[in-house]
């Protein structure tokens, strides 16, 4: 019998998770490496540059790759011959007391993003506790663990289908995957969960992510099972969809298709398709009896060595001058790097204005949005000598609710977030003539350099909600929707979808 140390199991858990909120894997960084090398859409490019930067630079500093490090889910697969030194604690206990302590690690704080009661006060637990562990009895006498840090703009593109037996799943998936936007933050992986029933392929998928990107290995080896061929099927169709990186319209969506399969019912075929996103975080271990796990770090040089650089004609601005009438110059797909003053908020901090506006409060004290760009970001705490921990942006789609309102009541000229925006909030930053910037997702450490100043202004027993004022030089963003209305996520990708279909046609000729 092995004789598992519970110290050993809750220190694995608290190492793993802090080595993975800084650390890609490095297969990922490869796939994204080849993908960033063929890419022909700028725009893409250029996004997947700043996604390479940021993995190299959070390896070096050991900060997050993104703000949101993530809801924890751990796989467990306890060996039958297993015992453990003491009992009082059970395995989730085990790895939730791991969890609190690497999100509480004073010299790498993540941010805690957690809420209790779910459907209602939905407060912050301020320690990410409790994880979501999946616990499987197996044959031996090891403890195998597989765990991820899932952030919520990737989770929330999850989706669920029963389909009829004779449905097909790649039509489905192709079907689905451009009603998710680009939220999930791509260039990332599908996991793929078919079968068993609704809440096991859910299951099935989200341990499907755990696996390494082998999809370049497969497709020179050749299938070998329904589900290798569903893999390569679906990776194809899906990369000719055209979404591209950050949903800008480009080559490559995903970089790998992942599926795991188990029998199910005669009269159904339950699928599951959940998303990972650039800031793609896992580890694998085992715990043998001989102690903690030991994870070893990549070597620097195996990240490549990407630059990006901002052409001549980019526009910079001044956000402390800036006026309505001079964002109507700006055009969407431009590169623009902001300088100045900008004020954050996200969805607390946005429903607690409606609330005061609807009350006739008005505004905070201290906030005054007229002229002035919002940033859609809740940050990492600070350490050491930082003004502001990782600053990547949040899910635009999430605000979009409160837009026409911040629009019409406040004097807000411009928003920064990620992905892009409905159809109604694209009317109504045309109707306001505002504009809409995107910043990457999975840049959230390089994004933070940019900022050179940080105070709360409003808000703070919101805690990452809160609305900051940041200071910024040469912040760089897209200009996602512009004061027409010119749509980049929808321009991009449909661009992006019709070149490819005329490169196959020449190809197949």
């Known amino acids: 019998m092995t004789v598992i140390r519970q110290q050993d199991f809750i220190d694995s858990i608290e190492d793993a998770l802090q080595f993975i909120s800084y650390y890609h894997p490095l297969d990922y960084v490869k796939a994204v490496e080849e993908a960033y090398k063929k890419e022909k859409s700028q725009a893409a490019k250029d996004a997947m540059a700043q996604i390479l930067i940021n993995s190299r630079m959070s ?132 996991g793929i969960g078919i079968g068993g029933t609704a809440e096991k392929a859910a299951v099935l998928a989200k341990e499907s992510l755990m696996d390494p990107v082998d999809i370049q290995e497969l497709i020179e080896r050749g299938p070998q099972t329904t589900d290798e061929k569903l893999r390569l099927e679906i990776f194809d169709r899906v990369n000719k969809l055209g979404i591209g990186a950050q949903g800008l319209g480009g080559l490559t969506t995903v970089v790998d298709v992942k599926i795991k399969s188990l029998p199910t019912h005669a009269a159904s075929k339950p699928v599951a398709m959940i998303p990972n996103c650039a800031a793609t975080r896992h580890a694998h271990f085992y715990l043998d009896g001989s102690g903690p796990a030991e994870l070893t770090p990549p070597k620097l040089e195996d990240w490549p060595e990407v630059t990006w650089e901002v052409s001549e004609n980019t526009r910079r601005v001044n956000l402390d001058e800036v006026t309505k009438e001079d964002i109507q110059e700006w055009k969407v797909g431009e590169t623009v790097l902001l300088s100045g003053k900008m004020l954050t908020g996200r969805d607390a901090a946005h429903k607690r204005i409606q609330t005061m506006m609807e009350n006739g409060e008005g505004l905070p004290e201290g906030v005054d949005l007229t002229n002035r760009f919002i940033y859609y970001v809740g940050p990492v705490d ?63 450490y390089l994004v933070s350099k940019a900022i050179k100043k940080s105070r709360v202004v409003a808000f703070e027993d919101l805690g990452m909600e809160a609305i900051y004022e940041f200071d910024v030089e040469d912040m760089p963003v897209t200009v996602a929707v512009d004061s027409t209305g010119a749509n980049a996520h929808k321009n991009g990708p449909a661009i992006w979808k019709a070149k490819i279909e005329e490169l196959d046609a020449s190809l197949s000729k």
């Open 59 to 190: 390896a070096e500093g050991k900060r997050p790759l993104c703000q949101d490090t993530g809801i924890v889910t751990c796989f467990v697969k306890v060996g039958m011959g297993v015992t453990w030194d003491k009992t009082d604690m059970t395995v989730q206990e085990m790895v939730d007391e791991g969890t609190r302590r690497a999100y509480l690690n004073p010299d790498n704080p993540l941010r805690a993003s957690i809420v209790a009661d779910p459907a209602g006060a939905r407060k912050n637990t301020k320690d990410n506790t409790p994880s979501v562990v999946h616990i499987d009895m197996v044959a031996g006498e090891k403890i195998e663990v597989m765990i991820a840090a899932k952030g919520g703009g990737s989770e929330n593109k999850s989706k669920m289908v029963m389909l009829n037996p004779s449905d097909d799943i790649a039509d489905w998936v192709v079907k689905t995957l451009p009603t998710m936007g680009a939220g999930w933050c791509p260039p990332g992986m599908l």
């Open 382 to 444: 600070a350490v050491g000598d930082e003004v502001v921990g990782p600053a990547g942006p949040t899910t635009a789609t999430r605000m979009d609710k409160f837009t026409d309102m911040m629009l019409e009541k406040t004097g807000l000229i411009g928003m920064i977030g990620k992905a892009e925006r409905g159809p109604a909030t694209v009317d109504s930053i045309a109707k306001h003539k505002a504009v809409y910037l995107m910043a990457v997702g999975g840049a959230a």
